[in-house]
């Protein structure tokens, strides 16, 4: 079973920055493909945010590309999302997942941006 665990979420004016990680908590974290979703209030899907893969590759959403980041730390077990520009429209909860021979979510962490 493996675990993982976001932080870094909270209340941000339109044009700031937030850094959210998600730490997991499997030794075999390097081989694994990793993705960060989030799930806007009144809708009832989540969607995909932006992914990296075992080797590095990266993809993102169209709706945040050239805003956010994400990268991974092997060694910490760690995916991050830099999150720059932020909008209200970025309101939402933020997931982590891990995808190996099951999916794996984590509890998420919510990301406000208001004035």
């Known amino acids: 079973q493996v675990q993982l665990v976001e932080s870094g979420g909270g209340l941000v004016q339109p044009g700031g920055s937030l850094r959210l990680s998600c730490a997991a908590s499997?030794?075999?974290?390097?081989?694994?493909?990793m993705y960060w979703y989030r799930q806007a209030p009144a809708k009832e899907q989540r969607e995909l945010v932006a992914?990296?893969?075992?080797?590095?590759?990266?993809n993102y959403a169209d709706f945040v590309k050239g805003r956010f980041t994400i990268t991974r730390d092997n060694a910490k077990k760690t995916v991050t999302l830099q999150m720059d520009s932020l909008k209200p429209d970025d309101t939402a909860v933020y997931y982590c997942?891990?995808?190996?021979?099951?999916?794996?979510w984590g509890p998420g962490t919510q990301v406000t941006v208001s004035p």
């Open positions: 499997t030794n075999n974290f390097r081989f694994y493909n």
């Open positions: 992914g990296i893969s075992s080797d590095g590759n990266t």
């Open positions: 997942k891990l995808v190996a021979r099951a999916v794996y």
